[in-house]
């Protein structure tokens, strides 16, 4: 499965025996499906109908659906005016502008009156409502296919952003890993210098138990877990990116995880050059994670 960016836009228009249908679809972030539609009067039964299509088919993102409805000429009824009463109106106004100097009254007046003009429903057959309603769904397949393609584009183009920032962070802890600093022939020189200076000034301390703690320290500042670590999560981010599909709450959990060793890897570095890498890493790290905040 292909990688999907959780914002795009699409537009399909049908035509269904001299109705035009026309659906926009667009979507943008969000922690889940989250659906809003706007339908035209008289069409609100297919809102259950759409809701699950669209809940079915995406895994994540704000989605917003617009149908417009637009009927032919033809299909149209043709307006009603009561012709008898509106010829009443009419002497009626003449009266009054007669008798009290009223305005005279215009036909577009008398025609807005209840009851002068009347546009009758149009009689729609259930299997007619049935046809138009397959029809809309048809179109939203479509408009829902170019959605989903929007998406896969911008999709593909995270996946090269977030793949170039594993590849980033593979070359900092490679370089952490080698890092002359590390070696233990200058982790022992570098302490033994810092107990020499200690004991120069003070000779109450004790060395026995300063050469003790000075190991620990040593031991505490090793980074090969963290380094293992960051091996084993670059690994784990290329499977995610490789496999595709809606990835992006476990590749955000990944970030997380990307912080927590760089975070560790900078309180325990004892020396300039690891802990100048630990801050490149979390830099990275988190470039990484706002690029997955896009991510279905």
């Not at 667009?26 to 259950?48: A, C, I, M, T």
């Not at 429903?121 to 829902?144: C, F, P």
């Not at 026995?208 to 000075?214: I, K, S, V």
């Amino acid at each position: 499965m292909n990688l999907q960016s959780m914002t795009g836009f699409a537009r399909a228009v049908a035509e269904h025996e001299g109705t035009s249908i026309a659906w926009e679809v667009k979507s943008v972030n969000g922690k889940s499906v989250e659906v809003r539609l706007r339908l035209p009067q008289g069409f609100e039964r297919l809102e259950p109908a759409v809701r699950q299509i669209l809940q079915k088919r995406f895994a994540r993102g704000n989605f917003q659906a617009t149908l417009t409805i637009g009927r032919a000429v033809g299909a149209q009824a043709q307006p009603v005016v009561n012709e008898a009463f509106l010829k009443d109106l009419a002497g009626l106004a003449k009266r009054l502008q007669e008798q009290f100097g009223v305005a005279a009254a215009t036909s577009d007046g008398l025609l807005s009156l209840r009851g002068v003009l009347d546009i009758p429903e149009t009689v729609e057959t259930e299997e007619a409502r049935a046809a138009l309603d397959a029809a809309i769904m048809v179109a939203l397949e479509v408009a829902l296919n170019g959605l989903e393609q929007a998406r896969q584009g911008e999709g593909a183009a995270l996946a090269l952003l977030l793949s170039g920032h594993i590849d980033t962070i593979e070359v900092l802890t490679l370089r952490a890993e080698v890092d002359p600093s590390r070696e233990t022939t200058v982790i022992r020189e570098r302490i033994a210098e810092q107990v020499r200076l200690l004991m120069d000034a003070s000779a109450n301390l004790d060395a026995t138990r300063l050469h003790m703690e000075a190991a620990f320290l040593a031991t505490k500042a090793d980074i090969r877990e963290e380094i293992d670590r960051l091996k084993t999560h670059v690994a784990s981010g290329r499977a995610l990116l490789l496999g595709g599909g809606a990835v992006g709450r476990k590749l955000d959990f990944l970030a997380q995880e990307f912080n927590r060793e760089s975070n560790t890897l900078c309180s325990k570095s004892n020396a300039a050059a690891v802990t100048a890498i630990g801050l490149d890493l979390k830099a990275v790290v988190d470039q990484f994670r706002e690029q997955i905040q896009n991510l279905e």
